[in-house]
T-cell receptor
Framework: DAEITQSPRHKITETGRQVTLACHQT?????MFWYRQDLGHGLRLIHY???????NKGEVSDGYSVSRSNTEDLPLTLESAASSQTSVYFC????????????????FGPGTRLTVL | QKEVEQDPGPLSVPEGAIVSLNCTYS??????FMWYRQYSRKGPELLMY????GNKEDGRFTAQVDKSSKYISLFIRDSQPSDSATYLC??????????????FGKGTHLIIQP
């Protein structure tokens, strides 16, 4: 079955270190997204991509970067981790299907819990 | 004012009750509306999807969208303890959650008491 996976599931790092979170999907979806989820804020969009070599900034992109070299993967990099980036990170993917169908929305991975000390 | 408002709860009801969950929004460009269910320490999973206004029913779940009032609802009939989770409303103005991703409510924590 097609799926979307994230790794690692848990990560503890120190302030100032570079961290990369992996996201891999086997849906063959064109669109991929990264969100962070924090208590009191809900899910907020960090970056998204509509295809290979395409990346776009979301609502809370400062301190994060992404690159899309193939359809299946969208790694998220924290250039210099800060305590404010302690959060749960979710990757999602979607295919722009026929408007009004259930394929026309996003499917989420299991999340990565990141702690920055 | 946030684009999407959702009461965080917790909302606690007895087993078998009808549950009503709601979101209001301010962006009139939204036309794709979703409800996600999220169990503790898991990723959100799509529960209901509605395009534009109207009702949609799937088993015990009914989603309603009233674009004129900018108000969406999720009803759960014959609620079960397994329905205990956080319910997130989400919406977008574009197909595939595209252009700028989905805009989420903060989620309502629902507890079904056995």
């Amino acid at each position: 079955d097609a799926e979307i996976t994230q790794s690692p599931r848990h990560k503890i790092t120190e302030t100032g270190r570079q961290v990369t979170l992996a996201c891999h999907q086997t849906w063959n979806h064109n669109n991929m997204f990264w969100y962070r989820q924090d208590l009191g804020h809900g899910l907020r969009l960090i970056h998204y991509s509509y295809g290979v070599q395409d990346t776009n900034k979301g609502e809370v992109s400062d301190g994060y970067s992404v690159s899309r070299s193939n359809t299946e993967d969208l790694p998220l990099t924290l250039e210099s981790a800060a305590s404010s980036q302690t959060s749960v990170y979710f990757c999602a993917s979607s295919e722009t299907g026929l408007a009004g169908t259930s394929t026309d929305t996003q499917y989420f991975g299991p999340g990565t819990r990141l702690t920055v000390l | 004012q946030k684009e999407v408002e959702q009461d965080p709860g917790p909302l606690s009801v007895p087993e078998g009750a009808i549950v009503s969950l709601n979101c209001t929004y301010s962006n009139s460009a939204f036309q794709y509306f979703m409800w996600y269910r999220q169990y503790s320490r898991k990723g959100p999973e799509l529960l209901m999807y509605t395009y534009s206004s109207g009702n949609k029913e799937d088993g015990r779940f009914t989603a309603q969208v009233d674009k004129s009032s900018k108000y969406i609802s999720l009803f759960i009939r014959d609620s079960q303890p397994s329905d205990s989770a956080t319910y997130l409303c989400a919406m977008s103005g574009y197909s595939g959650g595209g252009a700028d991703g989905l805009t989420f409510g903060k989620g309502t924590h629902l507890i079904i008491q056995p």
